[in-house]
């Protein structure tokens, strides 16, 4: 696992707050699954999943991203802040309406609820669904 800063190539996009990292040095890269931090994105086949999963991936896919790792979740995924051209790319997801700031697990990104409620408010993405379901809220309704 990343332990500092580190520059990747991001190589796969899972959804719209999963994407897969390529780091280290050629003849010896390592592949990490990194989940955004602070964020959750709609489901694949959720309302606005697949448009989430483009978002990012026009943002990150293919690109060199700075990644700051800060945890581990129960997958195995490192929790990260990632920058893709100079973008923090959940803070985009949330900004652009294909992403919730997640309460839950959102200790240190608190700044994302006026991101949020911003994106909201011009009705972007998710917010132009009359009442849109939170991914968690989805996934509980699906067990």
């Not at 707050?17 to 994105?41: F, M, N, V």
């Not at 009705?123 to 849109?132: D, F, M, R």
Request: proline share 6%; hydrophobic share 35%.
């Amino acid at each position: 696992m990343l332990s500092a800063i580190a520059i990747c190539l991001i190589v796969g996009i899972s959804d719209g707050d999963t994407l897969t990292a390529r780091c280290g040095a050629p003849g010896a890269y390592e592949q990490i699954k990194i989940r955004l931090g602070g964020i959750d994105a709609p489901e694949s086949r959720q309302p606005f999943g697949q448009k989430s999963k483009q978002n990012l991936s026009d943002l990150c896919f293919q690109a060199q991203a700075e990644i700051t790792p800060k945890s581990k979740d129960r997958y195995g995924r490192t929790i990260a802040d990632v920058r893709c051209g100079g973008l923090d790319a959940g803070q985009h997801q949330v900004a652009t309406g294909m992403a919730w700031y997640y309460v839950k697990y959102g200790k240190g990104y608190e700044w994302l609820q006026s991101i949020e409620e911003s994106a909201r408010i011009s009705e972007l993405g998710v917010w132009s669904e009359p009442n849109p379901v939170p991914p968690w809220d989805w996934r509980k309704s699906k067990r």
